[in-house]
């Protein structure tokens, strides 16, 4: 007996809308569970449970996980530390991938080679050495420091996704810019960084997700200067507050965690349309 095309379809429909579903809520419970966790009480926490709503629902949590952590200056650092780097890292990558992609010149070759080696060495490994180089320039008591410590290696990842996307786009275009009489620079600014938005969107937010996340060298070169410190850095001092019986009051460190999750969420939100579309079309290109 054949069975219906039509109910087969739909039976096969409502199996992945289950399967999706499940995914979904498989993914986003710890995600809520955390998020709620905030408005708990530490005793609330300390008990434990799958309960996800809490019992005693309270904003304090964050004001005093706010004021407990120099919230304040930690956030305004990592805005500075953040988006200089990301800035820095959009202007970098995409001109040195436009150069290594269109032109050719001496060492060509083995700069490629050198970047194509440098992603698959693990960042703990250049953490001392880059400490010491960034101490002995006299840097380490300032963001500067920091801020060129990350952009060294931030721009490796980027270089090579524009590189890919601009394998896509006609070196006629070039031509005609330059029979029109642009530089090399009126190229890459006029024609090129334009037609590559899709791409500028995916390397402004993964530069602005990892450095806003990271945390071990920003913990190195901040350990003799707390007022420098990112908030990857700062948030986890409240682990260090003591609570009324003298125990960690968890309900301010996951106020604090959630707090510093909100700008990266942002960022996402405005870059998420870029994410999928310039992903994809530099694979396609490449």
């Known amino acids: 007996m054949t069975a219906n095309p039509k109910l087969y379809r739909v039976a096969v429909r409502a199996l992945l809308y289950m399967i999706v579903a499940a995914a979904s809520v498989i993914a986003l419970f710890p995600i809520a569970y955390v998020f709620m966790a905030s408005f708990k009480t530490t005793q609330e926490l300390l008990a434990g449970g799958t309960r996800l709503l809490p019992r005693d629902f309270t904003f304090e949590n964050y004001v005093n996980a706010w004021q407990a952590a120099n919230f304040s200056r930690y956030t305004l650092n990592s805005l500075l530390y953040a988006g200089i780097v990301t800035m820095l890292t959009v202007l970098f990558a995409t001109m040195m991938g436009y150069v290594f992609q269109r032109k050719s010149f001496p060492g060509k070759r083995f ?49 090579f996704l524009v590189i890919g996307y601009l394998k896509g786009i006609p070196k006629e275009l070039d031509e005609s810019a330059i029979i029109d009489g642009c530089g ?7 024609v090129i ?5 899709p791409v500028v969107g995916v390397v402004t937010l993964v530069t602005f997700q990892s450095t806003w ?27 260090y507050v003591s609570g009324p019986q003298g125990g960690t009051q968890w309900d301010l460190l996951i ?12 960022v996402y939100l405005w870059a998420n349309r870029f994410f999928i579309g310039g992903i994809t079309a530099g694979a396609l290109k490449g």
Do not use: E, W
């Open 213 to 239: 996340n990271s945390y071990m060298l920003p913990l190195a070169l901040t350990l003799t200067v707390p007022d420098n410190r990112p908030l990857s850095v700062g948030v986890t001092s409240l682990a």
């Open 255 to 266: 106020a604090g965690t959630c707090m510093s999750i909100i700008p990266i969420a942002i």
């Open 111 to 159: 700069m490629l080679g050198s970047f194509y080696f440098s992603m698959f060495v693990a960042g703990a490994v250049t953490i001392y050495p880059v400490f010491i180089i960034v101490v002995q320039a006299g840097l380490h008591r300032s963001l500067l420091g920091l801020i060129l410590a990350t952009l060294g290696g931030s721009s490796i990842l980027t270089t």
């Open 193 to 197: 960084f334009p037609i590559i938005t």
């Open 184 to 190: 090399t620079f009126g190229v890459y600014a006029k």
